[in-house]
């Protein structure tokens, strides 16, 4: 089993920055990938990003695209999320997770670990 720890969330204005972090531990030491989701109060989980094993694959939601990057530290087993140019439809509870396959994608199925969350609120 895997334990993912976001940290990273708070309350900012619109137009400011934040970076999340998401810290595994437990079964980590074969390939994995890692992906954001968001969800929004009253709405479906979104996809917001993900990356590969070897971070040479990374794909984002459309909304986010141009303003989210995201990265990962295989030597901490961790990831990242800078969210730039933030916009009050960013504010959500932001989840992240953990596949024990090279790349997961969009596909929230192909998760099978996830952290509690963390949440975001952009004031305008």
């Known amino acids: 089993q895997v334990r993912l720890v976001e940290s990273g969330g708070g309350l900012v204005q619109a137009g400011a920055s934040l970076r999340l972090s998401c810290a595994a531990s437990?079964?980590?030491?074969?390939?994995?990938?890692m992906a954001w989701f968001r969800q929004a109060a009253g709405k479906e989980r979104e996809f917001v990003a993900a990356?590969?094993?070897?971070?040479?694959?990374?794909e984002y939601g459309d909304s986010v695209k141009g303003r989210f990057i995201i990265s990962r530290d295989n030597q901490k087993n961790a990831a990242y999320l800078q969210m730039n140019n933030m916009k009050p439809e960013d504010s959500a509870i932001y989840y992240c997770?953990?596949?024990?396959?090279?790349?997961?994608?969009?596909?929230?199925?192909?998760?099978?670990?996830w952290g509690q969350g963390t949440q975001v609120t952009v004031s305008s």
């Open positions: 437990g079964r980590t030491s074969g390939p994995y990938a």
């Open positions: 997770a953990f596949t024990n396959i090279y790349y997961g994608g969009s596909f929230p199925g192909y998760y099978d670990n």
């Open positions: 990356i590969s094993r070897s971070s040479g694959t990374t």
